[in-house]
């Protein structure tokens, strides 16, 4: 589930594993240890989008099974998105719908419940086998493909009316300019981008912790995040056993940026004050069933939605 800043300069990473008191720490690699590893800058970026692609492959029959991916009441008849991201999107009854970082599927194949014509798309193989069996066992239509997200424009040579993509995308992204022209280059005239994603706001804070605090960059640079710790956002307490993923921090900015050079025209942006998850240990659960900054506070972004459109 999502950011880019083109890499450069040297190889950095921030460590936030069990021996991190809580603060980032960083330090470039140097010289000598790049020369002795042999691996050049952007081969190592590759190897940490590889690290991650594992980690998902792991996550797959972990989040099949959770409670927060709920697959029985999906199996039901219910759907996986919710209230923002329907909304956003409107109606799509008769439209062709790309939905990039898919996952293994629910949210692809609740929009062929609504009426597209869907085709979801994810790096990980077990998680587009997993998507093909709902399809196929629920006799939905739809098409999934195993992609990198990048190798989309010699892979798909057809362009769709709408590109979906939600929740926890971006951060996954080594390169957000890529990444917007990727989307523009997927749209047909007239055609557009639906992007509901976490605030990078919301991401400064602690994750770990009840104690409301900064830990994590708003800006990205050439280094990533390393993350060492168990379990996933959907199962907290699985047994992993690859544990450390790699993420780059997505600005508004740079979103926004990166969609503007590729050619689009941005026709909506909208923050939210609420999301569907506990983002955050000190976040409270309100009556409507979402989550929020606990009573007396200020409102804190959680979410924001945008539409972009292709001319």
Request: hydrophobic share 40%.
């Amino acid at each position: 589930m999502d950011e880019r800043g083109a890499p450069g300069g040297p190889v950095g990473e921030h460590r936030l594993d069990g021996t991190d008191p809580g603060w980032v720490t960083w330090r470039a690699a140097t010289a000598a240890e790049l020369v002795a590893d042999r691996v050049p800058i952007e081969a190592s970026v590759d190897r940490r989008v590889e690290s991650n692609r594992r980690w998902w492959d792991q996550m797959v029959p972990i989040h099949a099974a959770s409670p927060f991916y709920d697959v029985e009441r999906f199996r039901a008849g219910g759907l996986s998105l919710d209230e923002i991201e329907r909304g956003e999107v409107g109606d799509v009854r008769g439209q062709s719908l790309l939905h990039l970082q898919c996952h293994f599927g629910l949210g692809t194949l609740s929009w062929a419940r609504l009426g597209a014509r869907v085709t979801g798309v994810d790096y990980s193989a077990p998680a587009i086998e997993l998507a093909r069996r709902l399809a196929a066992e629920l006799g939905l239509e739809a098409r999934f493909l195993c992609s990198d997200l990048y190798e989309l424009p010699d892979r798909l040579q057809e362009r769709f009316d709408v590109v979906f993509t939600s929740y926890g995308v971006l951060t996954w992204l080594p390169d957000l300019a890529r990444w917007g022209e990727t989307v523009a280059g997927l749209l047909r005239p007239g055609g557009r981008l639906h992007l509901v994603e976490l605030h990078p706001f919301a991401g400064m804070f602690d994750d770990e912790t009840t104690e409301v605090r900064l830990r994590y960059p708003y800006f990205r640079g050439a280094e990533a995040i390393r993350i060492e710790r168990p379990g996933s956002y959907a199962a907290p307490a699985a047994p992993t056993d690859l544990q450390v993923t790699y993420s780059w921090p997505a600005p508004v900015s740079a979103v926004l940026g990166a969609l503007v050079d590729a050619g689009l025209r941005i026709e909506s942006f909208r923050e939210f004050g609420s999301c569907g998850e506990q983002l955050r240990p000190w976040l409270v659960l309100g009556p409507d069933g979402r989550w929020t900054a606990p009573p007396g506070w200020p409102a804190v972004p959680l979410l924001y939605a945008l539409r972009a459109r292709a001319g």
